[in-house]
């Protein structure tokens, strides 16, 4: 049943109730009294449908008036000049009262209204402002809508990737079927269209298309929901937060791959001109030890020590080439997470003894001071080797020569210090945190920091720490924790 005839059904029978209670009493009523009962169903018959439900109300209660209260009873004849003035004053006043109250619930239901629409796209906002990623927000964005505008089913569409890409399903909320994903895709060169009604009769969808900046980015395809004028404006505004909120996730999102394209493309260039570096020298020396050789063998000019000597350069710059190689192999199982620990109790001693001979340096440049009651460590001795070969292979390159390199170690609050120092140039206090980043190069002849990086990963994957300060005299002292081994009870 309508709106309006509701509401005048209402109205009659209360007037029909009204007035057959006052009938009996009429002739010790004054005139007023009937019309001024009769303003209730009148009021009634408005909230109940509306103005026009008022006019009919008024329009019944003039007859009823007349009819039953206005002598002669019984019939629409109007006898002293006083009752067609009281029943003119009752049609103008009923009219303004219907009209007024008509107006107010009109305006109740506005106010009603906009509360509400504020109070959902202030949720929708809420929802959307979070740093969230692109998934996130087209979910909240689909959720929010289906629940805002009691929809059965509601689905965002977006731009595949590429040039030209078609529109695909990202999210959705409700349930909609197969067949009505399947129907939602938009057809080339219809228009999309958001009015009054369900849109687009056959497939039973209202289509808003989500545009930022005068860019479509979307499209939102709701199932199940009717869109008055007042309710399709709340729609698209709600479109346009939509709009806007994926865009910046969007453009975040490009931020951060840029950036790490940006990362990618710097740590490349480092790479290659790290490796290019280190690579270079060995490489020279070698090439230039094999050229002496060759021309030696033809005219005999080179002495049986010089041969030897240039044999041992060969296998030094070999043997650099080798622990180059070794570190990016290292390296690259640090990045991949394909490191594993392979912990047991082993001395100090012996880490610092397979640490040298892992190392590129002269045991007799190094001055190992090792307390005789220092605990064993519970570490993967090959990884703990090579943090220590990596450490005297740094200080030795800038320590000044003929200056030994220092190794000592000391317990401190149940950990094993091993600390290693040279008396080089030391470490700014600013870069002392760069430098264990890869390919890091502190100072016009600083070398790249790959060396110093695996120490740390292979530490930090104990789970302990290496740190540099300044050493006792000048110079940079390398300092790594070790956990003690527990020592049984009995020993």
């Not at 909240?140 to 977006?158: K, N």
């Not at 600013?430 to 890869?438: A, P, S």
Request: charge should be negative; hydrophobic fraction near 50%.
């Amino acid at each position: 049943m309508k709106r309006w005839l509701r509401g005048a059904l209402v109205a009659i029978a209360g007037i029909a109730a009204l007035s057959a209670a006052m009938v009996p009493l009429r002739d010790h009523l004054s005139l007023a009294t009937p019309a001024l009962v009769l303003v209730v169903p009148v009021v009634a018959g408005v909230a109940v449908g509306g103005l026009a439900s008022g006019i009919v109300a008024v329009v019944a209660g003039f007859i009823a008036y007349d009819l039953l209260f206005i002598p002669p009873y019984g019939t629409l004849t109007v006898g002293a000049a006083q009752n067609w003035a009281a029943l003119g004053v009752y049609a103008v006043v009923m009219l303004i009262v219907a009209r007024v109250f008509a107006f107010l619930q009109r305006t109740r239901g506005e106010a009603r209204r906009d509360a509400d629409a504020t109070r959902r796209l202030y949720a929708l906002s809420d929802v959307l402002i979070g740093d969230k990623p692109v998934t996130g927000v087209l979910q909240d964005i689909a959720d929010t809508i289906c629940q805002a505008f009691g929809a059965r089913w509601v689905a965002v569409l977006i731009p595949g990737e590429g040039e030209g890409s078609e529109l695909r399903v990202a999210a959705t909320a409700g349930d909609p079927t197969a067949a009505e994903l399947a129907a939602m895709a938009p057809t080339g060169g219809r228009p999309e269209w958001l009015g009054a009604g369900t849109g687009h009769a056959a497939a039973g969808q209202v289509r808003v298309v989500l545009t930022a900046r005068g860019r479509p980015v979307g499209l939102v395809a709701i199932a199940g929901a009717t869109f008055d004028r007042h309710e399709a404006a709340l729609l698209q505004t709600y479109a346009n937060q939509a709009a806007l909120a994926l865009e910046r996730s969007q453009l975040r999102e490009q931020a951060l791959r840029t950036e790490l394209l940006e990362q990618v493309d710097a740590l490349r260039a480092s790479l290659m001109g790290a490796v290019s570096h280190d690579l270079r020298t060995p490489l020279a020396s070698v090439k230039t030890a094999v050229s002496a050789l060759r021309r030696a063998t033809g005219d005999g000019r080179l002495s049986a020590e010089d041969k030897s000597e240039l044999l041992a350069l060969i296998e030094q710059q070999s043997d650099a080439l080798d622990r180059l190689v070794a570190n990016l192999l290292d390296m690259t199982r640090i990045q991949s997470g394909a490191l594993e620990l392979r912990p047991a109790i082993t001395p100090v001693a012996d880490v610092v003894e397979g640490g040298l001979r892992a190392s590129a340096v002269a045991p007799d440049t190094v001055d190992v001071r090792l307390p005789v009651d220092l605990p064993p460590v519970q570490v993967d001795q090959v990884l703990m080797e090579q943090v220590l070969a990596n450490l005297l292979d740094n200080a030795a390159r800038h320590s000044p020569d003929g200056v030994p390199v220092r190794v000592e170690a000391a317990v401190r609050d149940g950990v094993v210090e091993l600390s290693v120092s040279d008396r080089g140039p030391g470490v700014p206090p600013g870069d002392r945190e760069r430098i264990f980043t890869m390919f890091s190069r502190i100072g016009a002849e600083g070398r790249a920091g790959l060396g110093l990086a695996i120490a740390r990963a292979f530490v930090e994957s104990h789970g302990q720490t290496i740190h540099v300060e300044d050493a006792p005299g000048g110079g940079a002292r390398f300092v790594l924790t070790l956990p003690a081994a527990p020592v049984p009870v009995e020993a």
